[in-house]
């Protein structure tokens, strides 16, 4: 038994789409549960355990929540721009509609006007960013909270007992109990048989000299 048989085992599994337990892996190539569970340790220390560490980085999670706050404050200073720029219009606004507006005024209306519009598509770019940034807190956060389950998977992965373990290693106890149990009858048996044996070979030799004596 070698990593590299387990190795293959486990690949297997995974391809099939089972978990790579001491008990799965211990069906297709056999083996002792202490030695399995040496073997598939290493195993999947070489192949996920990296995985296992990467899944979040401690300051991948930490920047993208910075990344937000960043985001979010830029959509509130476009915003406030924005606002700015509104309220400057709202103020000439007057003049404008009752036509007593000088021409700067109309010049500057409309030059807000176009401020405003582009505000707004810095706005709509400003608000989809800060989507995508939360969007990404929130995926990195889920990874993060899957990370102890997956420990615990594969820790139970390793456990010698497994998921049926326990009860595996007590029905095997209790198999071999029974065997020497068995054996034990059989040899029992045996020298009930052969006693029966002398036995009625004697009683058929008693039946013939008394069956000679009486002729």
Known sequence: MDTGRVTSAVAMLRAQGRRPSVRNVRALIGGSFRDLTRLLKEAIMMTETPDMVTVVPRNTLDQARQAVHDAEAHLHAVSQERGRLRRAQLALEPAILSGAATPAQRRTYHELYDAIRQQDGLCQQAKAALAGKQREV???????????????????????EGLYGHRIVEAERRLALFRREYEAKAQELAALEGELHALTGEARLEGLRRQWERE
């Not at 929130?138 to 010698?160: K, V």
């Open 138 to 160: 929130r995926q990195l956060a889920t990874r993060a909270a899957e990370l102890p389950r997956m420990i615990a998977s594969y820790e139970a992965a390793l456990a010698p």
